[in-house]
């Protein structure tokens, strides 16, 4: 090789490693945390099974659901007045 192709190389090594460094400098590699990447998804797997994102399934029946639906009718039918003077309601 010539002192060209040498120096060129150089170059692209110096290239390579300024990039690979520039990559890697936000990068905390200490491992003494408890805690780890894996573990945070498996916390967020976690919440989305959760009660909040499966409720619970109520069997009524035909004579149940309509049963229920007639009471929640009553109750927004017979439900107390509201105070609207908090300007919520345009």
């Not at 003494?32 to 998804?41: A, V």
């Not at 639906?69 to 003077?85: A, F, G, T, V």
Request: no cysteine.
């Amino acid at each position: 090789m010539s002192g060209r192709e040498d120096g060129r190389n150089d170059d692209e090594m110096e290239l390579i490693n300024a990039e690979f460094e520039s990559m890697v400098a936000d990068l905390n590699l200490d491992q003494s945390s408890p805690r780890t990447y894996l573990d945070g998804l498996d916390e967020i797997a976690k919440a989305e099974r959760s009660e909040i994102y499966n409720p619970p399934a109520v069997k009524r029946g035909l004579h149940g659901t309509i049963l229920h639906l007639q009471e929640s009718i009553k109750r927004w039918w017979n439900k107390p007045p509201r105070d609207d003077s908090d300007g919520a309601v345009v």
